[in-house]
C-alpha cells in the first residue's frame, strides 16, 4: 500500500497511470473519504458542472467515482483528481522569506485568484496552505469537498475549513459564496505581513498555519499576533488588520470580500485595530501540531475486510 495522507475528511493516496505509446504517464490524487454523505454524488457532479462552465485557470480535472473502490463485497465512492505539481502554499512561503517582491507577486495573484472566484460564483470552502498549490508563478486550489456553487444553495455545508482561516462563528449552516471572503484576507494580510517582517514566521508558525490560529480571532485585538502587527509600523497593515478585526465581529456570511477590502482600506476605523497592550491573562495558544500516526486504510475499509500488514 502506497503511504497515505491523511485530512479532515479523506484519505489521500498518489497513484501513477503508466503512459502508453502516445499518451505521457499520469498522477492522480486518490481521495478515499472518512465517513459518509448522503448526497456526495450530487455535489460533485454540481460542482464539475459549474466549473466546466465557468473555465477559472486554478482547479485541476476531477472524476467522482461512485463505486470507485470495491472492498470485498462493498463500493465505495472516491475522487480521482490530477495531481497538482509545486509546492504547498507555506512552503512556498517559507523558500521566499526574506525575498520580499516575491511574496508580494504572490499577494497579487492571490488577490486576483479571490475576485476570479467570485466573479464566477464559486467558493472553495477550505482555503488553506494544504489546499493551495504554487508553482512558477501560477497557483492552483486542491480539495473541493466544502465547494460551494450556486446549483448547492440552500444545502448545509460538509466541512467548515481549517480552523487556523476560517471565522470563529462559522458553523455547517454557512454555507454560500461568502464562505471564503475571510480566509482570502487571513492570507492576504500574513502574505503583506510577511514581506515586511519575516521575524513573524518564526515567531508565530507553527506547522499548521502560516501565522495566525484559531485563538488569535476568538481573541481578535488582544493577542500577541496584533500588537506585533502593529509594530511593523505600515499603514497598509494596520488596515488590513482593522479590516479582519472587524470581521470578526461580524456574522461570517456578511463580511465584505477582499476586493471591497483593498478598495476602501480607509472605510476601517482605528478602533477596529489591535491595542498597544496585551491582556496577560488571555494569551493565544501557539502549539505546534502532534504528529499523529497515519492509518494506512481508513476505517471503513478495515470494515469491509481489507487488510494489509498493518493489521497484523
Not at 61 to 78: A, E, V, Y
Not at 284 to 307: D, E, F, H, I
Request: glycine share 8%; hydrophobic share 40%; with cysteine.
Amino acid at each position: 500500500m502506497p503511504k497515505p495522507a491523511t485530512g479532515g475528511n479523506a484519505v489521500v493516496y498518489k497513484a501513477n497511470e503508466p503512459g502508453g505509446i502516445l499518451t505521457f504517464k499520469k498522477t492522480w490524487a486518490i481521495r478515499c473519504f472518512l465517513r459518509p454523505i448522503s448526497d456526495h454524488a450530487e455535489r460533485y457532479e454540481a460542482i464539475s458542472k459549474h466549473l466546466r462552465k465557468v473555465r477559472l485557470p486554478y482547479d485541476v480535472n476531477f472524476q467522482f467515482l461512485k463505486q470507485g473502490i470495491h472492498i470485498r463485497s462493498n463500493w465505495f465512492p472516491i475522487v480521482k483528481m490530477q495531481w497538482a505539481k509545486g509546492d504547498l502554499l507555506h512552503s512556498h512561503i517559507e523558500k521566499h522569506l526574506g525575498y520580499p517582491a516575491a511574496l508580494a507577486a504572490l499577494r497579487a495573484k492571490w488577490a486576483i485568484l479571490v475576485r476570479h472566484l467570485e466573479a464566477a460564483q464559486v467558493a472553495h470552502g477550505d482555503l488553506q496552505h494544504g489546499n493551495i498549490v504554487v508553482r512558477g508563478g501560477s497557483i492552483q486550489l486542491v480539495d473541493y469537498d466544502g465547494m460551494w456553487v450556486p446549483a448547492l444553495r440552500g444545502r448545509h455545508a460538509t466541512e467548515i475549513g481549517h480552523r487556523a482561516y476560517q471565522h470563529p462563528e462559522r458553523s455547517g449552516q454557512d454555507y454560500g459564496q461568502e464562505i471564503d471572503r475571510f480566509s482570502a484576507l487571513v492570507i492576504y494580510l500574513s502574505l503583506a505581513a510577511l514581506e515586511r517582517d519575516v521575524t513573524l514566521w518564526e515567531r508565530f508558525h507553527t506547522g499548521d498555519n502560516l501565522i495566525f490560529v484559531r485563538e488569535d480571532f476568538q481573541q481578535s485585538g488582544r493577542s500577541a499576533i496584533w500588537q506585533q502587527l502593529r509594530r511593523i509600523g505600515s499603514r497598509e497593515i494596520d488596515q488590513l488588520t482593522a479590516a479582519l478585526v472587524a470581521m470578526v465581529q461580524q456574522h461570517p456570511m456578511k463580511v465584505g470580500n477582499l476586493d471591497s477590502v483593498l478598495k476602501n482600506p480607509a472605510s476601517y476605523p482605528a478602533s477596529s485595530k489591535a491595542p498597544t497592550s496585551i491582556p496577560a491573562s488571555t494569551p493565544a495558544q501557539r502549539v505546534a501540531p502532534k504528529a499523529l500516526p497515519t492509518p494506512a486504510v481508513p476505517s471503513w475499509m478495515k470494515k469491509g475486510g481489507y487488510r494489509d500488514h498493518s493489521d497484523d
